[in-house]
């Protein structure tokens, strides 16, 4: 189970930092992202880590105003979000990758308003 937290209500140029952890079963060494969708578009990728945190990926939309991170010993990604935009509101998705299956949270909401 993938329980995300974190979401809220921001101003422009405000700030979030949202986390998922991983309880009720181990991974073998997943990969752990975000992904957001907001209405009436596509679901789309965010921002990816490596098992051991050694590589990071984004999305261009998000580059230099957040940040992925994770702590391997209590299960948790987290996802600094800085210099939001009112394009960034949607809803986030803890996503972990492992052994080639996908498991994703229920997300949670975050809505950036001008």
């Known amino acids: 189970q993938l329980v995300e937290s974190g979401g809220g209500s921001v101003q422009a140029g405000g700030s979030l930092r949202l986390s998922c952890t991983a309880s009720?079963?181990?991974?073998?060494?997943?990969?752990m992202g975000w992904f957001r969708q907001a209405p009436g578009k596509e679901r789309e990728f965010v921002a990816a880590?490596?098992?051991?945190?050694?590589?990071?990926a984004y999305a261009d939309s998000v580059k230099g105003r957040f940040t992925i991170s994770r702590e391997n010993a209590k299960n948790t990604v987290s996802l600094q979000m800085n210099s939001l935009k009112p394009e960034d509101t949607a809803v986030y998705y803890c996503n972990v990758l492992s052994l080639g299956r996908s498991y994703w949270g229920q997300g949670t909401q975050v809505t950036v308003s001008s």
């Open positions: 880590i490596s098992w051991n945190g050694a590589n990071t």
């Open positions: 009720g079963r181990t991974f073998d060494s997943p990969a």
